[in-house]
Each structure stands twice: as C-alpha cells, then as structure tokens.
C-alpha cells in the first residue's frame, strides 16, 4: 500500500556517522507512524528506532539510545534515521517500516523497504 525506499548506507569505520533515508509514496504519509528496524546476519528483525504520527514521540532501543535520533520531513515524505558513534555491532540491514501506530514490534508494521546495508569496520 506504500511504498518505502531507503538509502544511505554503506560502509563506514567504528566512530563514523551515517544518515539513512526512508522515500515514502503516496499521500499518506502524515498519517503514519514510522519505524527502523535491523537485520545482522543469522539475527532476528530488530527494533531501532520509531516515530509517531506527526514526530511528537521518539522510542529507540536501548542500545542506540543517545547515539541514533529518528526524524520525519513530513513536507518531503520522508523519514530519517541519524546513526551517530557507530559501532560493529551495528553492522546490520536497516528497513524502515510504516504502521497505523508506533510499536516495538515488528508485526505491527504493514509496509516495508527493501533495506539499506551498514557495515561497520573496527
């Protein structure tokens, strides 16, 4: 129903920074809660990061607390995941995801990207 697209990833050294981006179609996207989620290989789907409808909450995991900082660019159409001090843990697939409401879980998210590889080297 929407379509996500995310991009800026790459490969980066321990410390770095990088900025994601999620393009979202359609007209909806105001409406919708916004999420980052990660994938390391062998791993679960993880949680990251979300945004409520209208960006007036932010709930990150805990181990990117005061390192990742979630947005959304309503006017744009577009989400954004800033990943600052990045360590080789962090080295994962990152989707972003989009659901009627901002959750933990990822089931509770009905459209997905493709995701976007970050490695991240020490």
């Known amino acids: 129903q929407v379509q996500l697209v995310e991009s800026g990833g790459g490969l980066v050294q321990a410390g770095d920074s990088l900025r994601l981006s999620c393009a979202t179609s359609g007209r909806m996207f105001n409406w919708l809660s916004m999420a980052w989620f990660r994938q390391a290989p062998g791993k679960e789907r993880k949680f990251v990061a979300a945004?409520?409808?209208?960006?007036?909450?932010?709930y990150y995991e805990d181990s990117v607390k005061g390192r990742f900082t979630i947005s959304r660019d309503d006017a744009k159409n577009t989400v954004y995941l800033q990943m600052n001090s990045l360590k080789p843990e962090d080295t994962a697939v990152y989707y972003c995801?989009?659901?009627?409401?901002?959750?933990?879980?990822?089931?509770?998210?009905?459209?997905w990207g493709q995701g976007t590889q970050v490695t991240v080297s020490s």
């Open positions: 945004i409520s409808r209208g960006g007036a909450n932010t």
């Open positions: 995801a989009a659901g009627a409401s901002s959750s933990r879980h990822h089931v509770d998210y009905h459209s």
